[in-house]
């Protein structure tokens, strides 16, 4: 009994060295929405607020694009996706924003805190964090590879500039922000913007230390589907490469060029790694090896 | 020409001893919510950007009735009112909590933002702002004043106390802190509270110098329904006399409440003034007489 | 009635860009003297004191002429001018400082202090704010443009730095500093300096966003006498020529020297406007044409 | 000749205990006016300059009677005096406000300055810091002790309240404050105030450790004329009854009835010494016996 | 492999509730000495540093009676010992000294900061910390329990006062202060001072959360000898009931004294632990039960 | 009597350039040890405790060989040395850390502090501050120059950096830090550093106004031990070619060195001093002369 303790103390020590190196350090994490189980999604709370217990920063990007899905079904409005990008129009905005902010944001924030941590809700709107504009309209190609016409998006933006202030000001007086990828454009308007380009954007204005992407694979594979050849740490360069090489798709690119932009400006490493393996996120800072795919500098 | 524009000049200089006066304090305004025109939601929002920028800290509350009704509507929820209290299940909570912070402080924050000020959106579940429990069931009762049955109200609930820090902190980096009326429970969930409370909460914890509750009515009068009759300034006892006279009824009972809640806990100055009426908050505040009614300590 | 006020309303929202543009920033204010009228000076004062309020620090450089000249007539102490500048020998120079620092500075820290600013009194010798030298002596011509003879001007001092700090500790704690324009010189010696040159200087060391000189003349006119030909915005280049032109003269090219030297050295804007017009400064600042004439960089 | 040295370090020793005890205390001199020599105004400036750098804040008021009376009759301007007031009419007021605010405080704040301290002038109306009312008209007595007339003094003012956050900011800020005994009345006014009251009035506002009288003469003796008969210290009580039974008379009554006050209202020590002994204050602070007459509570 | 990880995981995350409820707080830690075997030592430590990473502030008080001995040994310095005190002549005093400060001190200090902590040594005599006076003789009494003679213990000291002040200022700078039991006397003679009660007088004086006394038993019991009778909770009365009824005896007794003057002055919660026990200090905080005994209020 | 006094009071008045040009600068003093007289040293710690309370920063660097040499004797440890330094083997360094820091370093603190100063002891050790490596091993060379062997010094260590951080900090808070020179090296263990070049390097890491070295001669000699060639002013390249001239010898060479080194790495003035002649220190500081020999820039 007194024996498990004692190895229970030792762990506590051996994270230590940890501890240590990351002191006061910010972490950005990419929280992928709340579709996952509650208990994952327990452990996942646990893990941020154990960081900020121990000195670090963490700041929290989430998406919700399941959760919006299921909105505008029961809203009868039914959206197009061009390229993997919703076409957003005004209503469909509206509904976007409702879920992400006033849903999604406030169930992460209600279990952080919940769970003793004080975590602040923001949206790019607060503050004007996410300064944003239009995206240029979507090239479709038709099956000999020409433009066949071009599609307007709505309401998807890009990001402009963060505006970091309000984060950092929520950070160093002890809260836990908690960001809702929404942008503001310049008459006002909201911006349905990608999280994980968001969590980029984020990342490089605090120069963080760390760019974590939860996902829901456990990294990205030399060989498509091949868990045996998961890459532990790759280079923009390689990253890159795969890219053009078609070994990275789908969902898994916007992700990688999240961590290649934020890895050239100034973030020191970003991790892809899998929310659903528990307690992922302290797996991968407090062991020397980690447990998704690192991507960094060449 | 140069004549008119030194009227002007006079019109800032007569404002000179308010702003004096009224240097570095406190107000909150319950902000009734999106039904109004846009021309007045603007004129509202140029006056809180004034009182910013000329040394007062202005706390917004905002409510949001009509639209949640609309997104229910949409949803085909349908609320039953008692003792007009919207009987609350878990899925119109979660509609409600929507529609107030994804919709409506959005919409207030941004407003604020882009004519010059610097808003954050808040709930009562950011930093634990609003700590709430459920509110004892309705009783209905019949005819003869007897009662008829208990009806449980879902996710309604009371105030049990409020946190400012966060507000505090928020204030004095310059930002203006637009709160939802969103309460948290003891195990994260989230409570449905009237707007007009949680402002007179807020008001008081801030030590408010005044509670300003915007409405669409002129004031309070002594004889019903005759403008003539308006009254400038009414006392805590005369007030309640009022109410158990049924010279006030219906949405003005919880208002006049909150009124008195606040000026009874510390809060300087209480009024109730027509949000339709444009300017109104600078007329309240940098006349003499102001335009509504003052509820005041006997 | 009602509509009157908000119409006052309006009068404040419209310098909302204004105030928002200049909050915290810096004045520096020369104000002619004291033999304006009462109402003048207290509009003045007014409109100071409101600068304050609303958030931009006004420094103030008073000269005092006129009421030099009295003091010494009723001394019986003529003075000789050589180019326009009092010789001003040690006796002179005992009555310059005591009318300028015991009568002109105190009584317009008196007004200001009556309607609610707080103004604090400064000579350049307290702090060491102004440090000064002898001025050379000064050149008569005869009339064919030769040198006649040199005239030494006493106690006349040109200024070899500013000191800012006791300045900005003031404005930072909330003062209104009011300075007179006497310099010490390396033995602790007063010196009588010219006030535009200390305005000028003194915005410089504070990197002022504005200089505003009042006078009593509406501007600089192109043609001389001619209110129609007033230029409202003079390039640095413009203003040498017109000197050289003599299309600018007399008591006027002092003023314009200080501009020109002001905005060379890091003074964003500088103004000549005339302090009898009523509200002049707010109508210099809270209105995009401005009343006088600007002297702004290339 | 290092022998001297040494003997020069030894006193520096001497003085450590004295240094320890009044680090960061403040010390508020009367200052008796510019009648001095120059090398004893240079002496006592050089000690005020000692106490600033060994971490003693010293505060200034002095006081200027002589060069006021010579300006009055430079000006032919005749005072009455009643009772040992100057009946002080408009223009005699504003004769002694330049005199004592434009001469004599820039003389000591030039001198301080020239010494290597930091001074500041301000007088009681630069930020408010002595507010004042007129003093009560004075009672003539006939010579059988019955009233014969009232006489109005003009502007002799009383003082209210003193302000002094001015003073302590400027101490805080290295500053040395040199003020003058002119007061603020109700309506912007100057009035003209016993120096040793202001002097008394201000040691107890800013709970001075000490207040040190710097007059013509090296204490108060028991026996009228005979400096063998020096009191070194004098309860308050002994102090009244000494003025009550004429043992102390004429110029010397304020003097110690501003002690008397000051004692009476928190400041530690009071001490009426004579300036014109060299170094005086010093040896007043770092002997044990000191050298003039300590006037203490009981 | 993944899943051990798991575990480990798990097991910081069940500290949070403890880290959360301690954070910011003081825990005043008194350290046996170096009789310790290196490893276990080395886990103490380890447990200090991760206690000051969490955010408590750990301040240790050291002892060292047989590091002393070993010297005096062998500098043939022979101790005479009374009633358990070594009486300790100014020969004795000077090797107390240098082996408690120069030895034992910095090897505390050396392996923390070898560790990754920042430890910095102090004695009482630093800043004043320990103000101490002379110990009375002791009385011995010959086997009747009659006095047989008093003997003086030489420089054997006892607690006058505790100037928190130094150790404060550390514990806030991210240091961990690691304190000599050596006291000041009035003429700045060095005392050898117990140093639990060192540890119990600086907890007071910090008004720590915990004093945690390591020592080499693991608990108090209720039957001298009897592991089973160990006492989980004590109060101060039934405390002094054991050392009455010598239940408690030899040196447990002054470590519970030591215990009791802490919670009957402002210190939370005291607790007697051993120090041999691998992670005892982690066990005894973070878990409910902890591991020894702790002496609790009434 | 008064008449001594007041030649008193000049000298303090002659001091006051000096403390006006040093305020606030920090100076680092090597102090021999404590082999001196009590006098001496009484006298040494008053001049210390006077620079603290004038304002200027004192921070000491003691030595203290002879106490060494005697412990060890005590002890029966002979020292071997080489090249005039002690070969340290674990023993050895064990007593020096005992003796330098449970000794000398705590008798100093003690004198600081009974006069009234505020002392806190430090060696290398804490906080880091004097992170060292071993020393190569000593050449001894034959008779005709050639290398006969080399031999290992043990615990003798060289300076790898300075971290002044904690020196720092308790300067500012009103401390005197008293540093003995004790290294610690990668593995935690203790070195035997040269105090002259902990001086020199503490002086070099704090950017030092002076370093002054009190030794027991009164400065260098141009001719070896003609007292009348004593060198006031010796620039760096003067003094190297004294000691390759061998003009400079023995134990002087690495105060030169020292010396040498501090003024090229940002130490504004290095002096040699008698710290046996009385208040050598201030005599050094407040003549314009100085006392010893002073090392330049050239």
Known sequence: ????????????????PYIKSFS??????????????ESIKRDIVHDIILLKYIGINPVIVHGGGPEITAYLNKLNLKSEFVNGLR???KATMEVVQMVLVGKVNQEVVSMINLYGGKAVGLTGKDGNIIVSKKRLP??????????????DLGFVGEIER?????IIGLCEHGYIPVISPIGVGFDGESYNINADDVASAVAQSLKAEKLIML???DGIYEVAGNPATKITSLTINKAQQMIANSQITGGMI???????????????????????ERHSILLEIFTD???GTMVIED
Chains 1, 2, 3, 4, 5, 6 share one sequence.
């Open 162 to 166: 963060i505006d970091p202030k309000l």
């Open 254 to 276: 916007p992700k990688v060029r999240a961590c290649i932009d934020a890895v050239s400006n100034g973030v020191k490493r970003t991790h892809i790694i899998d929310g659903k």
């Open 215 to 217: 996902t829901d694979v």
């Open 87 to 89: 076409v957003t129009d």
């Open 138 to 151: 979507e090239t479709i190609y038709d099956t000999e590879g020409k433009t066949e016409k071009l599609v």
């Open 289 to 291: 090896k980690g447990i």
């Open 24 to 37: 006061s350090k910010t972490f950005v994490i990419k929280y992928g929405g709340s579709t996952m189980e």
């Open 1 to 16: 009994m007194i024996q498990q303790f004692i190895q229970k103390a030792e762990v506590l020590i051996e994270s230590l």
